[in-house]
């Protein structure tokens, strides 16, 4: 392990959410769970790659949930067993609320150590938290959550060598990372918070538990992004109205109890949760354009989680825009890294005397 001031560059920050993959969408939908010991052993993966990419220094985010302690451990293990380089590794020594307020630290400090780039593990929270401070620094967004609309389900390993080659500039930045939409939530006109895939309206009065899964009680949903093999809310949108990543506009969708309005889709909201879902409006968002919310009063859910109650003293629009978090294009960088020649030398040929 390596204190701060020996990190050397190029350096990689790596944020994981220990809560990620652990909801209550486990109890309601039998969602899968996703492990403290296997978001360790991606970080351990995503090591060896970077290091095979030339990247000098990681730093990590510590946490309660015991990801930081079991890489140190391996560290230890791996040093010891003479494994093949990884980067030096330092911990950032900040106070830990288990809330995301560490994400927000952990990321402003990396920043100020001056990473090329931050590797996520998490869910669409996680990432939506982390894209709200990490400026110009691209994310590699890797899901350990369960609706996972933004970031991608990929081996470690290979979002490791994607993140490592940009990191260096073997692969340059401009060439292998992609900007992304992002939707901009205002409260009386301030700017209040954002959303990375998708912001719902809900007729509930309390945050509680964070994932909405009630069809009955939903009512406006504006999305940057919607596939039809999309798993949250934005699948709603995305079995109905799709919408690329690339694409400079959103979806907005009025939202009324199943059987009624335009059109009734089907649509897998949480893991192992299909419902019916009424659509009664539906109209593109384009880049700038201010949408007030129609809800009188209710919760709304960012990236798929409750957020923000509001009522009558508090009018809430929403906005889309095209200047979100950059991220790091894992296939195409891998691609250019094939044109490149980046993973192969040229075999040297060696001719018998007489031969051919």
């Not at 978001?39 to 030339?54: D, E, F, I, P």
Request: net charge neutral; aromatic share 4%; proline share 6%.
């Amino acid at each position: 392990m390596a204190p701060l001031a020996s990190i050397e560059k190029p350096a990689v920050g790596i944020v994981t959410n220990p809560a990620s993959g652990r909801d209550v969408r486990r109890l309601v939908a039998k969602a899968s769970v996703f492990h403290t010991a296997e978001k360790c052993n991606m970080v351990q993966r995503a090591l060896t790659a970077l290091a095979s990419c030339g990247v000098r220094s990681a730093v990590m985010a510590p946490d309660l949930g015991g990801i930081a302690a079991g890489v140190m451990r391996a560290l230890e293990a791996h040093h010891d067993q003479g494994g093949a380089p990884w980067p030096h590794v330092a911990f950032l020594d900040l106070p830990i609320e288990d809330s995301a307020q560490d994400s927000v630290r952990a990321v402003e400090h990396m920043l100020r150590l001056g990473v090329a780039l931050i590797m996520v593990l998490g869910g669409d929270g996680t990432h939506r938290v982390i894209a709200s401070r990490c400026g110009s620094v691209p994310l590699v967004a890797l899901s350990t959550g369960t609706n996972n609309a933004f970031p991608e389900i990929r081996e470690a390993t290979i979002a490791g060598l994607a993140a490592g080659l940009v990191a260096t500039g073997a692969v340059p930045r401009e060439l292998g990372t992609i900007r992304n939409k992002v939707l901009r939530v205002r409260m009386n006109g301030e700017l209040h918070d954002l959303a990375l895939v998708d912001v719902c309206a809900s007729s509930d009065h309390w945050t509680g538990a964070r994932a909405l899964w009630k069809p009955e009680d939903l009512t406006e949903l504006f999305v940057t992004t919607a596939k039809a093999d999309a798993i949250g809310l934005s699948a709603i949108a995305g079995l109905s109205f799709p919408v690329e990543r690339a694409a400079p506009r959103g979806i907005r969708l009025k939202l009324c109890a199943a059987g009624r309005g335009i059109m009734t889709v089907r649509a897998p909201i949480a893991p192992g949760l299909i419902v019916p879902v009424g659509i009664a409006e539906v109209g593109p968002i384009f880049p700038g354009e201010e949408c007030a919310l129609r809800t009188q009063r209710g919760v709304l859910a960012l990236d798929g989680e409750r957020e923000i109650e509001f009522g009558p003293d508090r009018r809430l629009s929403v906005s889309l825009e095209l200047d979100g978090p950059l991220t790091v294009d894992i296939g195409r960088v891998m691609e250019l890294a094939v044109e490149r020649g980046l993973f192969t030398e040229p075999a040297t040929l060696r001719f018998r005397e007489g031969v051919g």
